[in-house]
């Protein structure tokens, strides 16, 4: 052998070695401290969509999101036992021509919980236009999911200035059919707090129609941080479906005077789809969008149509003025 053969075997010997190494590393990381690499694993998505974490001080307490992208500022807002990460695979899509802003609300994510332990969705809102004061946003367009829909509508009705386009993703705040879900609440039931992997891996195939692959590593670190947080977010839930509170939404439909539109998918399992009729008799100038073959999580199974659709209807909001955050 050569020496120039003799060099290549060593270097191939060595890189296995390392190879070696670090898949052992790895292993030893994933059944000691798996939730490690899970937060890697957010890392790499954040960086992927080009957004970063950053902190402000919202009616006291302290909240995280994540920002990136430069253009016209798109909020969005996560609904129930959901968090910014929630939105990573979308803002992939979005940043390239949009600032895109994902707060985790308070109890939620890195957030911490409201000091008034006030949950109803009028106060949610509160904290909404306090965070988008802190940041400085004087006109964008809103996103919000599930819950975080449910909010967004109202801040739409209650600040029509600040809202530049209005998107409501598989909203909560209007009837629809009833349904196992429903059933399950009305019985006093959280179907969020999950808190070990039996019910998370439940809770996953009612929100999703395909889920998405997690280790089982994973899904206990999931379980593990629900279940830290189960008893506020069934308070959450207690305040928000409650019979006065479920259907505010509904309420406020009139007073939305932003450009709107409503998407949702199919196969919802939790907010059933017959939910658009409240929004086609309520806001008949909205655009309805329905994907076919997707769950509760739009964002997360069809990223690359969810964007598609946004961009599309941001396109046809009135244009804001560079540098006034103003029409």
Not at 12 to 30: D, E, H, P
Not at 96 to 117: M, T
Not at 149 to 157: E, I, M, Q
Request: aromatic share 10%; net charge positive; proline share 5%.
């Amino acid at each position: 052998m050569n020496v120039i053969g003799r060099t290549r075997s060593r270097f191939s010997r060595r890189l296995l070695a390392l190879l070696g190494v670090s898949m052992a590393v790895l292993l030893i990381i994933y059944l000691l401290r798996p939730a490690w690499l899970l937060d890697a694993y957010f890392g790499a998505q954040r960086w992927y969509a080009g957004m970063q974490i950053a902190e402000v001080e919202v009616a006291g307490a302290n909240w995280q999101y994540a920002e990136g992208g430069q253009g016209e500022t798109v909020l969005l807002v996560h609904g129930m036992a959901g968090s910014k990460e929630n939105w990573m695979l979308l803002a992939a899509q979005l940043t390239d021509r949009y600032r895109v802003i994902a707060p985790d609300q308070a109890g939620f994510g890195g957030s911490e919980p409201a000091l008034d332990a006030d949950y109803r969705i009028s106060s949610q809102v509160d904290r909404l236009h306090a965070f988008a004061d802190a940041l400085k946003l004087e006109r964008f367009h809103l996103v919000g999911h599930s819950m975080g829909g449910h909010s967004a509508g109202v801040f739409a009705a209650r600040f029509p200035e600040r809202v530049q386009s209005l998107t409501l993703m598989n909203a909560a705040g209007v009837p629809f059919k009833p349904n196992a879900f429903r059933a399950r609440i009305e019985q006093g039931e959280n179907p969020f707090a999950t808190e070990s992997i039996e019910k998370f891996d439940a809770f996953m195939r009612m929100t999703f129609e395909r889920p998405p692959f997690a280790p089982r590593r994973f899904r206990q670190v999931y379980a593990e941080r629900n279940a830290a947080r189960a008893a506020l977010w069934n308070q959450i839930l207690r305040r928000v479906s409650s019979e006065k509170s479920r259907y505010f939404l509904q309420q406020k439909l009139p007073d939305i005077k932003a450009p709107t539109l409503v998407l949702w998918c199919d196969r919802d399992q939790l907010l059933d789809v017959s939910s658009v009729d409240a929004f086609r008799s309520g806001l008949p100038a909205a655009t309805i969008n329905i994907f076919k073959g997707c769950g509760h999580m739009p964002m997360m199974e069809f990223p690359e149509l969810t964007a598609a659709a946004l961009v599309a209807h941001f396109q046809t909001a009135p244009a804001v003025a560079a540098g006034s955050g103003q029409p």
